[in-house]
């Protein structure tokens, strides 16, 4: 199979199990969104998804956040984890909206990365399903997966994103960015994994792999 039919294979089994793909993160606007993609880090979407509504009930956007004190918005996000650096990150990234950017969050990958506690990835996530910008933000599902097909060496999430957006067409980064989570967490997750479930691994998986997984599951017999 050569790359591009890896690709075109890839592309056309992730579009048959998830022709549609809900933003897995509650939200109502890029402010809101951008909130719960910063507490996501080192989180679960379904963690953050309890924790947004207690704090989005108290602020909803950077003028009421900035009302809370940092302990305040500290307590109300400690289950998410990193509680301390996000709560100050989240105060701070407010006040900068409203002294810069007139309260609106930027569509502005440089100026979203200049935002205190908001990295490249939360940058990415914010552009793609906020703005539809496109974006191949890279969590460690995509990482996992553009391993185990071959697809990037797996060194670090830099080179993972740069080999995503060489291999798939611009025009479907940010729905397939979505899609490969899905799928790694339902067929192909770093614990638990069958291979027999995963097809997608299964047909185009990378060989030292595959090798691994069969020897493996050999020595159990």
């Given amino acids: 199979m050569t790359k591009k039919e890896k690709i075109d ?11 549609t793909v809900p933003i897995p993160l509650d939200h109502t606007d890029p402010y809101t969104l ?6 996501s880090a080192q989180s679960t979407d379904k963690r953050v998804n309890q924790i947004t509504p207690l704090l989005f009930d108290r602020a909803m956007n950077p003028y009421q956040m900035i009302k809370l004190s940092v302990e305040e918005i ?9 509680s301390p650096m996000k709560s100050k990150g989240i105060y701070e990234l407010s006040h900068i909206l409203i002294d810069k950017y007139n309260g609106e969050v930027p569509a502005d990958f440089e100026a979203l990365e200049s935002l205190p506690a908001v990295g490249h990835k939360t940058a990415s996530v914010v552009m793609s399903q906020a703005f539809g910008i496109p974006a191949f933000p890279v969590d460690t599902h995509i990482h996992r997966l553009m391993y185990r097909w071959g697809l990037s060496n797996g060194k670090n999430v830099i080179q993972t994103e740069k080999d995503a957006k060489r291999l798939f067409p611009k025009e479907l980064w940010n729905k397939l960015h979505l899609q490969i989570i899905y799928y790694a967490r339902e067929y192909s997750p770093a614990r638990g994994w069958d291979i027999e479930k995963d097809i997608i691994t299964r047909t185009v998986g990378r060989k030292s792999v595959l090798k691994a997984f069969l020897s493996k599951k ?3 017999i």
Avoid: D, S
Avoid at 9 to 19: A, F, K, R, S, V
Avoid at 34 to 39: D, F, M, N, R, S
């Fill in 74 to 82: 500290r307590e109300i996000i400690r289950p998410v984890g990193l």
């Fill in 9 to 19: 294979y890839i592309i056309n089994t992730l579009e048959e199990y998830y022709p």
């Fill in 218 to 220: 050999t020595h159990k």
């Fill in 34 to 39: 951008l909130i719960a993609v910063l507490l």
